[in-house]
């Protein structure tokens, strides 16, 4: 069960406050507004910081960020890995940054029960010196979410002064008696206060440093989603300009996602540019344009079309799909249950406009738009069945942009999640294949949409990118094969479109590695571009996928493998890699009470792929 709170959260560690204001009123606009840190304070948790810590007013001077309190005396005890371990009996893991901070916990760290956001924040109190939270932290509760075993995950992002930090995430695993069971954290440490600055150029300046810095490229840039935002690199945050563009068609076959984002720091500097799914950001917890866009289906009425379909292989089959109908008679190739709706690619691309496919008759319906709508359905009646309501689990509706393309209309041969816009998912189907035909793609794609959301960010690049994709692979094919809907043993990805892209089974067969530094292995990017495919994104995901063909193949039922990788996800943030995935897994198989065998054919499966 997932929750979205009624209310954000905001910690500042060492001045803390909690802001009570509604979820739609602080999501929309508080990143505008620059909102002060302490306006609607909860008076109970005010009292309960200032009985800890002295007064706000003692507390709220602009002293050295590195400073961890002014009450000492009266500052909570700070936990070092030692007590852990002692707490755990030895039983506990724990991953850490190159700088020494921890990342990954698989065990308790606090004594007192957790059942809600603040009491997840009074639980971090203890970890500030181990998570390098220094005095001006600062961060905010998104959602919770309560899966089958009775688990419950805590999801916050980290902010830097006024703006959120692109990517910073922390998720407290708390057991279903209300204890701490572990921890996973991007957030960036000792980043202090934030300096109140205020940029030097407009967005408009910020598009002209993008085309000064690539001549080369024809950018189609989308101005009306430029926004500030804060991002971190190499350990150092910065306040920038977001500024979105197109994939450009100049750097070659398009995979993966179709923008990218541009960040010039305020003083006017290029910092850098990373692949993303989407122009827009997504705002976890936020439920106001979801129902802009749900209200699309109101006052249409349910129908279906049944008719006969030509396969990429020139078989036939009868194929029956939902449709709706207005009140003027008009059909349109939608689902009023599931909230999934057709729409044409380019002209959402170049006017942001949504043109829905509609027939007088219910007839005449392009068969190729049918097919893909048709496992689209399916892929999310499946992913429903496991508790995931659409991306998000609370039930985002789907709009399916076909004749995917550039520019100039010409089609692009990919498949893809486009992100969230206007409260819709979108997904981008092309003309020019026939992967609509696999369902393993569909849910591929359909994955990313729910990594993106589970994760609260989307780091596309070297390890982290490649884990990405590696669980769309692995979702997608489980998918697939627990549906019926193929006879592959080998884990081939698209192998019902004609056209198999990678193998999971024997992946060096697509000149993909098995092993880190092995055959076909491309090692991680100190500047990820379009050029080495963002670090191999794509290449490398095979290190993670291969794993879950090889707990199958020994033995782990489909259901089970699924269930497995579906809750690892929940144990991961945008900047996981290959050695966080080791240790979800084992975190995940604990969580469900899998044999004991499973944890050391983990382990053992993990170590021969080098990590």
């Known amino acids: 069960m997932k929750v979205k709170w009624t209310g954000f959260s905001i910690l500042f560690l060492l001045i803390v406050g909690i802001l009570c204001c509604t979820k739609e009123s602080y999501a929309a606009d508080a990143e505008q507004s620059g909102r002060p840190a302490g306006s609607g304070l909860?008076?109970?948790?005010?009292?309960?910081?200032?009985?800890?810590?002295?007064?706000?007013?003692e507390n709220s001077s602009d002293k050295d960020s590195n400073e961890t309190t002014q009450n000492p005396e009266n500052a909570p005890i700070q936990l070092t890995a030692d007590d852990i371990e002692r707490m755990n009996d030895g039983d506990v893991t724990m991953l850490f940054s190159e700088e020494g901070y921890l990342t990954f916990l698989r065990g308790k760290y606090y004594e007192e029960k957790v059942t809600n956001v603040e009491e997840g924040i009074e639980s971090l109190l203890g970890m500030a010196e181990l998570l390098g939270l220094t005095r001006g932290a600062e961060f905010f509760g998104v959602y919770s979410e309560t899966n089958q075993y009775g688990y419950t995950y805590y999801i916050y992002k980290q902010r830097y002064g006024e703006l959120t930090l692109q990517n910073a995430v922390l998720k407290i695993v708390v057991d279903p008696k209300g204890y701490t069971a572990g921890l996973i954290c991007s957030f960036t440490p000792n980043i202090g206060f934030a300096p109140k600055t205020q940029s030097s150029i407009t967005p408009e300046g910020a598009e002209e440093i993008v085309k000064t810095r690539y001549p080369e490229y024809s950018f189609q840039f989308y101005p009306a989603a430029a926004r500030q935002t804060s991002v971190t690199i190499d350990g150092i945050a910065y306040h920038a300009w977001a500024i979105f563009t197109?994939?450009?068609?100049?750097?070659?076959?398009?995979?993966?996602?179709?923008?990218?984002?541009?960040?010039?720091?305020?003083?006017?500097?290029?910092?850098?540019?990373?692949?993303?799914?989407?122009?827009?950001?997504l705002v976890l917890g936020d439920n106001v344009?979801?129902?802009?866009?749900?209200?699309?289906?109101?006052?249409?009425?349910?129908?279906?079309?049944?008719?006969?379909?030509?396969?990429?292989?020139?078989?036939?089959?009868?194929?029956?799909?939902?449709v709706v109908r207005d009140s003027e008679g008009t059909y349109y190739l939608a689902d009023a249950k599931r909230h999934i709706l057709l729409t044409d690619y380019y002209i959402y691309k170049t006017q942001m406009q949504y043109q829905p496919f509609t027939?007088?008759?219910?007839?005449?319906?392009?068969?190729?738009?049918?097919?893909?709508?048709?496992?689209?359905?399916?892929?999310?009646?499946?992913?429903?069945?496991?508790?995931m309501t659409s991306v998000d689990g609370f039930g985002m509706p789907i709009l399916i942009l076909t004749d995917y393309c550039n520019d100039?209309?010409?089609?692009?041969?990919?498949?893809c999640y486009l992100g969230q816009n206007a409260g819709w998912a979108l997904f981008a189907a092309s003309a020019v294949n026939d992967f609509g035909e696999s369902i393993d793609v569909i849910a591929h794609e359909f994955t990313h949409g729910i990594t993106s959301y589970t994760l609260a960010g989307d780091l596309y690049e070297n390890e982290p990118g490649a884990v990405n994709e590696a669980l769309s692979d692995i979702l997608g094919n489980l998918c697939e094969m627990m549906m019926g809907e193929t006879g592959d043993r080998q884990w081939l990805l698209a192998e019902n479109s004609g056209r198999t892209i990678r193998s999971m089974s024997f992946p060096w067969l697509y000149r993909q590695p098995a092993t880190v530094g092995g055959d076909f292995y491309q090692e991680m990017s100190d500047n990820p571009t379009l050029d080495d495919d963002f670090g191999g994104v794509h290449v490398n995901s095979s290190l993670v996928?291969?794993?879950?063909?090889q707990l199958c193949a020994q033995g782990m039922e489909l259901q089970d493998a699924f269930c497995l990788w579906k809750e690892v996800i929940n144990l991961l943030t945008p900047y996981s890699g290959f050695r966080e995935v080791h240790h979800a897994l084992v975190f995940a198989a604990e969580i469900m009470?899998?044999?004991?065998?499973?944890?050391?054919?983990?382990?053992?499966?993990?170590?021969?792929?080098?990590?």
């Open 42 to 57: 909860s008076d109970i948790w005010k009292q309960k910081i200032a009985n800890r810590y002295g007064s706000e007013s």
């Open 246 to 281: 197109n994939y450009p068609p100049e750097a070659g076959p398009l995979e993966g996602r179709g923008y990218l984002e541009h960040l010039i720091a305020f003083d006017g500097s290029y910092l850098t540019y990373m692949a993303v799914s989407s122009p827009e950001e």
């Open 289 to 322: 344009q979801e129902e802009l866009a749900l209200s699309w289906f109101e006052g249409k009425m349910a129908d279906t079309y049944t008719g006969t379909v030509t396969l990429h292989d020139g078989s036939r089959k009868e194929i029956t799909v939902p």
């Open 359 to 387: 027939s007088r008759e219910n007839t005449g319906w392009s068969e190729h738009y049918l097919l893909t709508y048709e496992s689209y359905i399916k892929v999310f009646d499946f992913f429903n069945s496991f508790g």
């Open 408 to 415: 100039i209309g010409v089609p692009i041969d990919n498949a």
């Open 545 to 549: 996928a291969h794993l879950a063909w």
């Open 593 to 611: 009470q899998m044999d004991v065998k499973w944890m050391g054919m983990i382990h053992m499966v993990c170590e021969q792929a080098g990590f």
